[in-house]
């Protein structure tokens, strides 16, 4: 078994399609996070150190790992809360899928027939 079994539940385009539902939840969140609150604008630096943990943190969820806590502190506002909620759905079916798709890729065996058609079968010398 190799290592790319871990990869082959999902297509590229499908991987592709997580990364950037990420990328946009985390723009989301960012953008009410930031609008919503009143304290002053942070430095350049401190905004996209926040973005990227923001970011490494809803990929996590993917993966089935707790969201942080300042996630879920109950001050927020209900609509960066409803975003925060429909992100975490999301990655909570997304890990769903993967792991349901993961197991019946380990489970499944694949046999390997010495033909593929009549016409191969024929070619071959093979004998039961």
Sequence with gaps: ????????PFT???WLVLLLHGLV???????LHHFGSRRPVPSLL????????????????????PPPSYLSVPSL???LRAAVFVALLCSTVVWAVYRASLTSELVS?????????LETFLQSDYQY
């Design 12 to 14: 590229k385009n499908l």
């Design 25 to 31: 939840a985390t723009f989301v969140i960012r953008c």
């Design 46 to 65: 401190g905004e996209v150190t926040a973005t990227l943990s923001l970011y490494w943190c809803l990929l996590n969820t993917y993966l089935s790992k």
């Design 109 to 117: 065996q694949v046999m390997r027939k010495p033909f593929d058609s």
């Design 1 to 8: 078994m190799a290592w790319q079994v871990f990869l082959q």
């Design 77 to 79: 506002g209900v609509s």
